[in-house]
């Protein structure tokens, strides 16, 4: 039996409840953090990110980080581990029915709860060198009107070559509203047959699925409004963020409000390879949504290491190339020595030694010719 005083604090708790489902979903979001903060007494930013493993972990997205991107898709990957390593005792002090209530208030009215306490608390830091500045709604609302409106007036779709995005579209719908059929039949028909086998599947998305890409992501928010402006769109949704906290904030926000495939990955931007990035059916892609992300750096540009000029190191290698220079010069030196021989001293003499040089030389020679004609004469007779 519980006493009058149990039964009241029951029943305000219950009160409570509805109020914070009923109301203002932010403020239910800081009764959550507040509730955390009372736990385990850590900084603020880090009660806000516990809090949004607290709504990954209610949602399942750490055991299947797929299963609100492509629905029905099993996930065959690792079960990601919380960060904070006491998760599972915190969750058994913080209420199950503030979290519920939190998720049925942001759903009555979607949006980016959990980047309005990131701004309006100053998370970023004094020293954000991030520049972690989230957008305003009604400017994202407008950009993303402007740029679907944008989009809607290009051409009409044409069936004619096998395409990915609407191979990945056509699959992501099959598998949500064609249940009478096999999902491995289907995921097998999206790998191997073109556009136009699989058009039968699902012949109201006739128009070529529109790929959104949001390079500096953030918690979500471009990506929020398209699929909550646009809900029957055929949209397919990207998005790139280099923080891990605001990856995992967008990772939860589209989760609880995506009408559409996402694929979020914890990268940078600026670094990732256009051939990568660019194509839909890049293995890149395939690493998304997870909780505890993958490793990127296998996908960003491979850029040579920068040059450095030192005056000393300079000064010192060209001493030592001389130095080298100098030690072979001294080898093919000494070598050549060994393999030529010594030349002969020049030989000293006079005019008048070479005139008579030259007489003997004549006279010899004469006396040769004349040698040689007597005894031509001798064979003759």
Known sequence: MYSTSEKLAKLLHVVNMKQYAT??????????????????HHFRKDCWNITLELLADHLGLMSNPWQYSIRNLEWKGDVCEPSYQELKELKKQVPVDLIEAYIAAAKANPWDYPGEIFIEDELAGKLDRLGQVLTPRAIVDFMVKMCMDESANKKPYSYTKPDMPLLLWQTAEALDFNDKLPINLLVERARRHTVLDMTPLLVKYEPKPITDLDPCVGSGRFLLAATLMYPKAPLMLYGVEIDRSLYRACLVNMAMFSNHPYFIICADTLMLDMKYSADVSSPM???????????MTPYYFKIAPPFKFALKDYALKQKADRAQENKQAVEELAAKQVTEPEPLPPVNFTLKEYALLQKVKRSSEKKKAVEELAAKQAIEQ
Not at 285 to 295: E, F, I, T, Y
Request: glycine share 6%.
């Open 285 to 295: 892609w395939g690493l998304s949504n997870q909780w505890d992300p993958p490793d």
């Open 23 to 40: 109301g203002n979903p932010k403020d239910a979001f800081r009764a959550l953090m507040e509730e955390v903060e009372n736990k385990v």
